[in-house]
């Protein structure tokens, strides 16, 4: 199963609000998840199964989508928020990710 | 508190065996799924495999002819090779795993701090 996220990278200052999209090639139900990775760091689990937020994870970020198409968007922006995000498909094997988005400062 | 850490060389030659370990720490081996993933430089995630029940596997097919993931409990510990390397596969290497809630989605929730191997002459 393909994943694609657009856009590839976005720049955004802090307080705006940013809405990431990944799209699958086939339908994965609600098998999506969102990772957030920093330089020289192991990716992050921020949500998965759309919508259901990881432990410890601020409430500006929120996920939705189903079928194909999904979404994360950030509320706020906060200086900690820069950093890449990538989208990944758990309905079958191989899982696969999504190529990534990385969101910087304006 | 669950820890995992990658462990092997940092460079193989072309046409060697690359092999790393994963030390886990807080965690029975002989629960959950355990995960290898990698991530060329600048590029996204690719799941390799997993290890589950003490031994059984699930490889990506796109690595299958060449990967052989295995356990040792005794150490609780579970390790990759990945035969015939060349440098399409260097990369950082991590371990991963889905212990809490996100298990239902096999979400990773837990990850190694990652490990680069170059492979190179």
């Known amino acids: 199963i393909q994943m694609t996220q657009s856009p590839s990278s976005l720049s955004a200052s802090v307080g705006d609000g940013v809405t990431i999209t990944c799209r699958a090639s086939?339908?994965?139900?609600?098998?999506l998840n969102w990772y957030q990775q920093k330089p020289g760091k192991a990716p992050k689990l921020l949500v998965y199964?759309?919508?259901r937020l990881q432990s410890g994870v601020p409430s500006r970020f929120s996920g939705s989508g189903s079928g194909t198409d999904f979404t994360l968007t950030i509320s706020s922006l906060q200086p900690e928020d820069f950093a890449t995000y990538f989208c990944?498909?758990?309905?079958?094997?191989?899982?696969?990710f999504g190529q990534g988005t990385k969101v910087d400062i304006k | 508190q669950v820890q995992l850490q990658e462990s092997g060389p940092g460079l193989v030659k072309p046409s060697e065996t690359l092999s790393l370990t994963c030390t886990v720490s807080?965690?029975?081996?002989?629960?959950?799924?355990w995960s290898w993933i990698r991530q060329p430089p600048g590029k996204r995630p690719e799941w390799i495999g997993y290890?589950?029940?003490?031994?059984?596997?699930n490889y990506n097919p796109s690595l299958k002819s060449r990967i052989i993931i295995s356990v040792d409990t005794s150490k609780n510990q579970f390790s990759l090779k990945l035969s015939s390397v060349t440098a399409a596969d260097t990369a950082v290497y991590y371990c991963?795993?889905?212990?809490?809630?996100?298990?239902?989605?096999?979400?990773?929730?837990?990850w190694g701090q990652g490990t680069m191997v170059t492979v190179s002459s």
């Open positions: 290890m589950f029940n003490s031994g059984s596997t």
């Open positions: 199964a759309v919508a």
């Open positions: 086939q339908s994965i139900s609600s098998y």
């Open positions: 991963a795993s889905s212990l809490g809630v996100a298990a239902a989605a096999d979400a990773f929730d837990i």
């Open positions: 807080g965690a029975s081996i002989s629960s959950y799924y």
């Open positions: 990944q498909q758990t309905y079958m094997t191989p899982w696969t």
